[in-house]
């Protein structure tokens, strides 16, 4: 049985996914993103994705442009 990541994490996961952000790094290295992929049971890339999302929010919310002038890969 596979759950089904299409529609995007879920709220378990999602939950995961804030708490690292908001607690841990909103930048996280390749390494900590591997820990916090497996932790939330998502693929790096997805894991990645979100967080590329999400800190654009953030920006958003703190008044920032939603992109940095260093774009990190």
């Known amino acids: 049985m596979s759950a089904e990541t299409a529609s995007g ?4 996961q999602v939950e995961i996914l ?5 607690k841990v790094n909103k930048h996280p290295d390749p390494t900590t993103l591997c820990l916090i992929a497996a932790e939330a049971g998502l693929s790096e890339e ?15 919310s703190e008044g920032l442009p939603s992109e ?5 890969d």
């Open 68 to 72: 940095c002038g260093s774009v990190m």
């Open 9 to 12: 994490p879920t709220e378990d």
């Open 18 to 22: 804030e708490y690292n952000f908001n």
């Open 46 to 60: 997805e894991t990645l994705k979100w967080f590329k999302q999400r800190l654009a929010q953030w920006r958003r």
